[in-house]
C-alpha cells in the first residue's frame, strides 16, 4: 500500500513537472529573443528537453510498475530504461545545435539586455529546485526517474552560470559572455547525458548491474554450506532497479528434499546483492562427474585410479 502511495506521488509529481518546465520553455524563448541572449534561449532548449525527459520518465514510470503478463513475462521494467536512452540521446542533439548557434553568435555578435536575462535565470532556478526536490527521493534507485532528476541538475547549474554571466555582462559589458555561456551549457548537456547513455546501453545489452562484481558474487556462493562449485554466472538488470541471475551449482548427490535447504541460502545471499529474480540449477557430483562440467569434477576425474 505504502509502495503503491508513493509510485502514484512520483508520478504526479513528474505530471505538474511536466506543465511547470513547458510554460516556462514558452516564457524563456520569449524574454530570450526579446534580450537577445542566445544563453536563455538555450537554456530554453535545454528546458524543453527537460520537459520531453519528464514526459517520458512519466510514461516510462507508468509501464514499468504494470505487472507482468503472459507475453511480458518479466514486465515492463526496460521501458523506463529505453525511455531514459532515448532521452539522453535528445540531450545530445541539443547540444550541437546550442554548440553552432553559438559560433553563428561569436562571427556576428549582438547586444545582450543582461537584467532580463537575470531575472529569467533566477526564475528558472527556482524551478528547476523545486522540481529536482520532488524527484530526488527516488533518483538513487530508478535510472528513469535519474535521467530526469540530471536534466533538472544540468539546467539548475545553466540558470546559475547565466545569472552570473548576466552580472559579469553589466560590469565589463563583455557580450561575448553570452555565447560563451551557451557553449558551457551545451558542454554540461553532454556531460549529463553520457553517464545515462552508459549505464541504459548496459542494462540493455543486458551487461553486468552498476556496483556488482560477478567475481565476488561467485564467491560468496562458492563459501556456502554445501555448495561444491558455481559456474555459467550470469548477472543482469531487467530495468533500473530489478536484477536477476542464473547459475548452476555442483552440489552432491541428495534428493531434493535436502538440496531445498541449500537453495534457500542461495536466495538468501543473493538478495543481500539486491538480486531477487534468480534461476539456479543443481548439478550433482556423482551425474557431473562424467560431463565434467567444471575444474572441480575434472580435477575430481583426473585424479580417478588407473586400472
Known amino acids: 500500500m505504502h509502495q503503491h502511495s508513493h509510485h502514484h506521488g512520483t508520478g504526479r509529481v513528474l505530471q505538474w513537472s511536466f506543465f511547470a518546465t513547458l510554460a516556462f520553455v514558452a516564457i524563456e524563448l520569449f524574454f530570450g529573443f526579446r534580450a537577445n541572449s542566445l544563453a536563455l534561449i538555450s ?26 503478463d503472459s507475453v511480458k513475462t518479466y514486465g515492463y521494467h526496460r521501458a523506463g530504461v529505453l525511455t531514459a536512452f532515448v532521452n539522453a540521446l535528445t540531450l545530445i542533439g541539443i547540444a550541437l545545435f546550442i554548440f553552432y548557434e553559438a559560433w553563428q553568435r561569436f562571427q556576428h555578435p549582438k547586444h545582450v539586455e543582461e537584467w532580463t536575462m537575470l531575472v529569467v535565470a533566477v526564475a528558472a532556478l527556482a524551478l528547476n529546485g523545486a522540481i529536482m526536490w520532488g524527484l530526488h527521493r527516488d533518483k ?7 535521467a530526469a532528476f540530471m536534466h533538472m541538475l544540468g539546467d539548475a547549474v545553466s540558470s546559475l552560470a547565466i545569472v552570473a554571466g548576466a552580472i559579469a555582462i553589466h560590469f565589463t559589458g563583455f557580450e561575448s559572455i553570452d555565447p560563451i555561456l551557451s557553449v558551457l551549457i551545451g558542454a554540461l548537456i553532454i556531460w549529463t547525458a553520457w553517464d545515462i547513455i552508459q549505464e541504459s546501453l548496459n542494462v540493455l545489452l543486458e551487461g553486468l548491474p552498476r556496483g556488482l562484481e560477478l567475481a565476488a558474487v561467485t564467491r560468496a556462493l562458492c563459501e556456502l554450506e554445501g555448495v561444491i562449485d558455481v559456474h555459467d554466472v550470469h548477472i543482469w538488470s531487467l530495468g533500473s532497479s530489478a536484477h536477476a541471475m542464473s547459475c548452476h551449482v555442483l552440489i552432491e548427490d541428495m534428493p531434493p528434499s535436502e538440496s531445498n535447504a541449500i ?45
Open 140 to 146: 538513487d534507485h530508478d535510472l528513469n526517474i535519474r
Open 263 to 307: 537453495l534457500v541460502r542461495i536466495n538468501d545471499l543473493l538478495c543481500r546483492f539486491q538480486i531477487h529474480h534468480t534461476t539456479v540449477q543443481f548439478e550433482h557430483t556423482k551425474c557431473a562427474l562424467s560431463e565434467m562440467p567444471c575444474s572441480i569434477v575434472a580435477t575430481q576425474h583426473q585424479h580417478e585410479p588407473h586400472h
Open 43 to 68: 537554456d530554453a532548449g535545454h528546458n524543453f528537453t527537460d520537459a520531453l525527459a519528464l514526459v517520458l520518465a512519466a510514461i516510462g514510470f507508468y509501464l514499468q510498475s504494470k505487472p507482468a
